[in-house]
């Protein structure tokens, strides 16, 4: 007995050495230069399971937390109104029957390192299913729609080292919440939020989450980490990039844990394209009075704070295709586990006529929670959630560098014809870009669309103009202090705009007022709170921020100084030819097109480019815009609407005419043909469906929303350009020099020849914001870089 015992144990310990050799090459193979976390984890993992197994000591010795847990640990409840700061906290728990819950048996350690290691067992079985994707060639189509969307949202090194650790996490919380909870009556979602009160603790992935905590600060340091480390000193992973999104409300999933949500009922929810089709056809309503620049703009924002990658082959590295090449749905056992595809059927409209039944959609990358604590999945932000430039510098050190000319403080570009435009990158895996290689930037998401290529061309410009002036005042300064200085000046103009332009036309400027998001340079409003989490919230990254789609229009016409209309591009025809805009005088041109073309309305409309030509290729059909973002709310477990209706106040709907209060008559009649009930509407769809209120551009619940969120960013942000926290804040000086600063000034100063723009870039050209020459100081105030002189130094 006991010699069949050791050969159990050697095999075993053999079986295990092989698998952890193998994930150790795969993070050697992909997280190159990673921290130590990773392999100080795997030793972890191999650590636990042989204790869970019994084979090594006791469990205690590896400091356990104390348990069992109490059962009044889940019986605490929250009754009162949300105030205007709340967020989702994990210990919100349960309402339900109080008699079920006492009825749980405790959870002790051994349970928890046994569900790590069941975990960590059914993360192995995947290598198999990989392995036979990979050898029968179920892969993505190199220069399709699919690849193209996989390149927009693909995960870095670090993210996916990350990412292995939290679906441990996920893994043993379904079979705890099957083993301790949903087999004793309670259903899936209070098991969910009975096992999010169990700490990580002493498992795997708990010292590996404790580990990464642990971070070493310059609490004097006068600039930011690129990452967004150390902004909170108490928490410095607050707010840092690859952490989690926060939550408004605990999220819902159908087993409570990471399956996608459905319907409470007979039937399921309808089918994402259905939704697309019958609600976003294509519907050219133009708004009256904004441009185009406010939408990218949007864009800009959107991607400055938030950066969603989605999953790859745990074992492979390889990208996933749920879709067969000729875009049919696979069999069953070429179909990956993170696979979401989404269904099209036979008479769609126009997918229909080409055969497509499948549409590839690919799950998002998931983080470990927030506190370290078992419980339903949470999506990673490969960015920093703070509004801090990164996409001009970046969310990395490694890429920050990379970025960097280490001249003069300037940023690395690539000049033709004496005009700056970005480095060319020079990644392989990047070269896939139409008209030569993609751009090398702080978010590669820049190759995506000829106008956000602008966009950041111009803050690339920007900053080495800054550059160029600071060092003739500060002739001393060195090639760190310049740069250094000239981010910090550059975030703060971003910042500016966003809180001083963009806001109140997106709000309202009532609205903004009342809520406490106007600007002031006088500190007056600088109120920090180390007590917040930074982090957006997964409802404005998902669903929030997606409605600058709804104001892109299709064609972009190319115009001249004269804004005489001399070419135009279609979109669909654009992805992924950033380096068009190097072609004649488009640079400009797309510039003009921005402050001159107005957008379409934020409403549920969308353009053919993206209802079904997004990130065509050689075709003439691609992906759907609106089936992606309604998959991507149900993947991350956002919950209905209607939820979010009640969280911002307003009354949650009983019946499809409660929601006529804010949605069009037709409109709704349509929701109620597609959901079964209220709170089957998706967010996305329920947001963008409300009509404008007040003098706002969106309706009542996206605006509480994103209104939350950008009060959050500023109060949260010890770096933010107002803020007194700081070792060393703006002067007053700089700070009136920063009030000055327009996004109309910008393109004036580092277009190639614009010479003339309306002071108001978001608004059309009306009386009262007229075009006025570059050089009217008076109407497009310059930022006056002699208050950042040394005066002992300087000279003018």
């Given at each position: 007995m006991?010699?069949?015992?050791g050969?159990?144990i050697?095999n075993?310990?053999e079986?295990?050495?092989v698998?952890?050799?193998?994930?150790?090459?795969?993070k050697?193979s992909?997280f190159?230069?990673g921290?130590?976390?990773?392999?100080i984890a795997t030793?972890?993992v191999?650590?636990?399971?042989l204790?869970t197994?019994?084979l090594?000591?006791p469990?205690?010795?590896?400091?356990a937390?104390?348990?069992p847990?109490t059962?009044e640990?889940?019986?605490t409840y929250n009754?009162?109104?949300?105030?205007w700061?709340?967020?989702?906290?994990p210990s919100?728990v349960?309402?339900t029957?109080?008699?079920?819950?006492?009825?749980?048996?405790?959870?002790?350690?051994?349970?928890l390192n046994?569900?790590?290691?069941?975990?960590?067992?059914?993360?192995?079985?995947i290598e198999r299913?990989?392995d036979?994707?990979?050898n029968?060639?179920?892969?993505?189509v190199?220069?399709?729609p699919?690849?193209q969307?996989?390149?927009?949202?693909r995960p870095?090194d670090?993210?996916?080292?990350k990412?292995?650790?939290?679906?441990i996490?996920?893994k043993?919380?379904?079979?705890?919440s099957?083993a301790?909870?949903t087999?004793?009556?309670?259903?899936?979602?209070?098991?969910a939020?009975?096992?999010?009160t169990?700490?990580l603790?002493?498992?795997?992935?708990?010292?590996s989450?404790?580990i990464?905590?642990?971070v070493?600060?310059?609490?004097?340091s006068?600039?930011r980490?690129?990452?967004?480390?150390?902004n909170n000193?108490?928490?410095?992973?607050?707010?840092?990039?690859?952490t989690?999104?926060?939550r408004l409300?605990f999220?819902?999933y159908?087993?409570?844990i990471?399956?996608?949500?459905?319907?409470q009922?007979?039937?399921?929810?309808p089918?994402?394209?259905?939704?697309s089709v019958s609600?976003?056809?294509?519907?050219?309503?133009?708004?009256v009075?904004?441009?185009?620049?406010?939408?990218?703009?949007?864009?800009?924002v959107s991607?400055?704070?938030a950066y969603?990658?989605v999953?790859?082959m745990?074992?492979?590295g390889?990208?996933?295709s749920?879709?067969r090449s000729d875009d049919?749905?696979?069999?069953?056992r070429?179909?990956?586990?993170?696979?979401?595809?989404?269904?099209?059927?036979?008479n769609?409209?126009?997918y229909?006529k080409?055969r497509?039944?499948?549409?590839?959609?690919?799950?998002?990358?998931a983080?470990?929670?927030s506190d370290?604590?078992?419980?339903?999945?949470e999506?990673?932000?490969?960015?920093?959630?703070?509004?801090d430039?990164?996409?001009?510098?970046?969310?990395?050190?490694?890429?920050?560098?990379?970025?960097?000319a280490?001249?003069g403080g300037l940023l690395?570009?690539?000049t033709?014809?004496?005009?700056?435009?970005?480095?060319?990158?020079?990644?392989?895996?990047n070269?896939?870009?139409k008209?030569?290689?993609?751009y090398?930037?702080g978010?590669?998401r820049?190759n995506?669309?000829p106008?956000?290529?602008?966009?950041?061309t111009?803050w690339?410009?920007?900053?080495?103009r800054?550059?160029?002036?600071?060092?003739?005042?500060?002739?001393k300064?060195?090639?760190?202090?310049?740069?250094q200085?000239?981010?910090?000046?550059i975030?703060?103009?971003?910042?500016?705009?966003?809180?001083k332009?963009?806001?109140p036309l997106?709000i309202?400027?009532h609205y903004?007022?009342?809520?406490?998001?106007g600007?002031?340079t006088?500190y007056?409003?600088?109120?920090y709170?180390?007590s917040?989490?930074?982090?957006?919230?997964?409802e404005?990254a998902t669903?929030?921020?997606r409605?600058?789609e709804?104001?892109?229009q299709g064609i972009?016409?190319?115009?001249?100084?004269?804004?005489n209309?001399?070419?135009?591009?279609?979109?669909?025809?654009?992805?992924?030819k950033?380096?068009s805009?190097?072609?004649?005088?488009?640079?400009d041109?797309?510039?003009?097109?921005?402050?001159?073309?107005?957008?379409?309305?934020?409403?549920?409309?969308l353009?053919?480019?993206l209802?079904?030509?997004?990130?065509?290729?050689?075709?003439?059909i691609g992906?759907?815009?609106?089936?992606?973002d309604i998959?991507?709310?149900?993947?991350?477990?956002?919950?209905?609407?209607?939820?979010?209706?009640?969280?911002c106040?307003?009354?949650?709907?009983?019946?499809?005419d409660?929601?006529?209060?804010?949605?069009?008559?037709e409109t709704?009649m349509?929701?109620k043909d597609?959901y079964?009930?209220p709170?089957d509407?998706?967010l996305?769809?329920?947001g963008?469906?409300?009509?404008?209120?007040?003098?706002?551009?969106l309706?009542?619940t996206?605006r509480?929303?994103?209104s939350?969120?950008f009060l959050k960013?500023?109060r949260?942000d010890?770096?933010?350009?107002?803020s007194i926290?700081?070792p060393e804040?703006?002067?007053?000086s700089?700070?009136?020099a920063?009030?000055?600063?327009?996004?109309?000034r910008?393109?004036?100063?580092?277009g190639?020849?614009?010479n003339?723009?309306?002071?108001?870039?978001?608004?059309?050209q009306q009386?009262g914001?007229e075009?006025r020459?570059?050089?009217d100081?008076?109407?497009?105030?310059?930022?006056d870089l002699?208050?950042?002189a040394e005066?002992?130094?300087?000279y003018?």
């Open positions: 006991g010699e069949s015992s050969m159990g050697d075993t310990l079986l295990l050495c698998k952890f050799q193998k994930i150790e090459r795969l050697k992909y190159a230069g921290i130590m976390a990773g392999s030793f972890a191999l650590w636990v399971f204790q197994m019994g090594f000591g469990q205690n010795t590896i400091g937390f104390k348990l847990f059962l640990n889940y019986l009754k009162g109104p949300a105030s700061d709340s967020e989702y906290k919100l349960v309402d029957d109080t008699y079920k819950i006492k009825r749980l048996p405790s959870i002790d350690e051994s349970s046994a569900s790590v290691a069941f975990a960590i067992g059914t993360i192995s079985r299913i990989e036979n994707l990979v029968s060639g179920v892969l993505l190199l220069d399709s699919a690849h969307h996989f390149l927009h949202d870095n670090r993210a996916l080292e990412n292995l650790e939290a679906v996490a996920i043993a919380s379904i079979q705890l099957q301790h909870c087999r004793y009556g309670l259903n899936e979602h209070d098991c939020q009975i096992i999010s169990l700490p603790g002493s498992t795997t992935v708990g010292v989450c404790a990464d905590q642990d070493d600060c310059n609490v004097e006068k600039y980490t690129y990452d967004g480390s150390c000193i108490q928490n410095p992973k607050w707010g840092s990039a690859f989690g999104y926060g409300l999220p819902q159908a087993d409570g990471q399956m996608p949500r459905k319907e009922g007979v039937r399921g929810l089918n994402p394209r259905a939704v609600l976003a056809s294509q519907c050219d309503k133009v708004d009075s904004r441009t185009l620049a406010l939408m990218q703009w949007s864009q800009f991607h400055d704070i969603t990658p999953r790859k745990i074992w492979t390889k990208p996933i749920c879709c049919q749905w696979p069999l069953p070429y179909i990956h586990p993170d696979c979401q595809a989404i269904s099209v059927a036979e769609d409209p126009i229909g080409f497509v039944r499948c549409l590839n959609y690919v799950r998002s990358l983080a470990l929670r370290c604590s078992f419980g339903p999945a999506q990673m932000n490969q960015v920093s959630h703070f509004l430039g990164s996409t001009i510098y970046g969310s990395t050190l490694a890429l920050a560098y990379k970025l960097r280490y001249k690395r570009t690539n033709i014809k004496n005009r700056e435009y970005l480095p060319i990158t020079e990644l392989a895996s070269s896939l870009c008209l030569k290689n993609c090398l930037s978010d590669e820049v995506a669309e106008q956000l290529a602008v966009m950041h111009i690339v410009r920007e900053h080495n800054v550059a160029r002036e600071l060092a003739k005042i500060n002739p300064w060195s090639d760190e202090s310049l740069y200085e000239v981010r910090r000046i975030i703060a103009e971003i910042q500016h705009i966003t809180y332009e963009w806001l997106l309202g400027n903004l007022r009342a809520v406490g998001l600007i002031t006088n007056s409003n600088s109120a709170s180390s917040s989490d930074p982090s957006i919230s997964n404005v669903a929030v921020l409605f600058h709804s104001l892109k972009l016409r190319i115009s001249d100084n004269d804004r209309i001399i070419s135009s591009m279609n979109l669909s025809d654009y992805f992924y950033p380096r805009i190097e072609i004649n005088d488009t640079f041109g797309l510039i003009n097109s921005l402050t001159t073309q107005i957008s379409q309305q934020m409403d549920l409309h353009i053919s480019d209802t079904n030509q997004l990130y065509k290729t050689n075709g003439t992906l759907d815009q609106i089936s992606i998959q991507r709310g149900r993947d991350h477990g956002l919950p209905g609407y209607n939820d979010y209706r009640k969280h106040g307003l009354r949650k709907a009983k019946t499809f409660d929601f006529l209060d804010y949605i069009p008559i709704v349509k929701l597609l079964k009930r709170d509407v998706d996305v769809i329920g963008m469906a409300e009509s404008s209120v007040d003098d706002a551009i309706g009542p996206f509480c929303l994103i939350r969120q960013i500023r949260t010890r770096f933010f350009y107002t926290e700081q804040s703006f002067t007053i700089q700070l009136n920063l009030e000055k600063v327009t996004l109309a910008i393109f004036c100063d580092n190639d020849n614009i003339r723009i309306q002071p108001n870039v978001f608004l059309k009386i914001n075009l020459p570059c050089t100081f008076q109407a497009i105030p310059s930022i002699f208050a950042w005066k002992a130094k300087a003018r």
